[in-house]
């Protein structure tokens, strides 16, 4: 079986048209797939959106973030291997069989990278917002993780006994959480990066200002707090 799980926060416009794409796609497959919306303390109709869907709803009733609200939902997620994608499809579901290949290979998560081949990015997002994008991934490299040249596409996929351990010891709530758990992975599990389509989507979550320096402020405390590996 295979989980995708979707974070979500206010979705209601997006999700409907995301999951039926995930739906049409998924019936070529002969594969079993669970589809897990994780709602971050939606105050719109993101629930009710999810449930009419038919697919499954985990989440809590006060926002505490998108970290908080992947780990709830790959923790609940029972599949062989656990997809987490954004609730826009910045990267289209087709893209998981690159991840999945890896898998085939050997590794025990896959991520989706916009860094190692920028020719597969579709739609730029504002020059602003794509030079914050690369001077996070560059401290990231510095302090905490180098090598791998993105951490933050929204695109990874895990063995469920990777998933289940890594998430099941993250701590982060925010927008750093994939540092955390890419860390956690470090030295453990195998990493494969994989370069795939990204297309930038209007209405980002993540807040240049405020939620930019949450982010760099995570950094700094799990490189004080674990070191480097």
């Known amino acids: 079986m295979l989980s995708i799980v979707i974070p979500a926060y206010n979705e209601e416009e997006r999700l409907g048209p995301t999951l039926a794409r995930i739906r049409d796609w998924g019936r070529g497959r002969r594969e079993e797939i669970e589809v897990i919306v994780s709602d971050d303390g939606s105050r719109d109709r993101t629930r009710e959106v999810a449930a009419a869907a038919g697919v499954k709803v985990v989440g809590y009733e006060k926002n505490r ?6 780990r709830a939902g790959m923790l609940a997620a029972s599949g062989d291997r656990v997809l987490m994608c954004d609730a826009d499809l910045a990267t289209p579901i087709e893209e998981l069989d690159k991840l999945g290949a890896e898998l085939d290979r050997g590794a025990d998560l896959a991520i989706g990278s916009r860094a190692i081949d920028r020719s597969l990015i579709e739609t730029r997002q504002h020059p602003m917002r794509e030079l914050m994008g690369r001077t996070f991934n560059g ?10 040249k993105d951490t933050q596409c929204g695109f990874k996929l895990f063995t469920r006994e990777a998933a289940h351990d890594l998430f099941g010891r993250a701590t982060v709530d925010g927008f750093a959480f ?16 994989v370069p795939v389509v990204w297309r930038h989507v209007e209405e ?5 200002g405020t939620d ?5 402020a995570d950094v700094i405390k799990l490189r004080l707090r674990h070191g480097r590996r």
């Open 139 to 148: 401290i990231v490299r510095l302090l905490v993780l180098g090598g791998i």
């Open 178 to 193: 994939d540092v955390e758990i890419l860390w956690l992975a470090r030295g453990r599990y195998r990493i494969a990066e």
């Open 204 to 208: 980002s979550k993540v807040s240049p």
């Open 65 to 70: 973030g998108k970290g908080s609200a992947v």
């Open 212 to 216: 930019a320096m949450r982010m760099f």
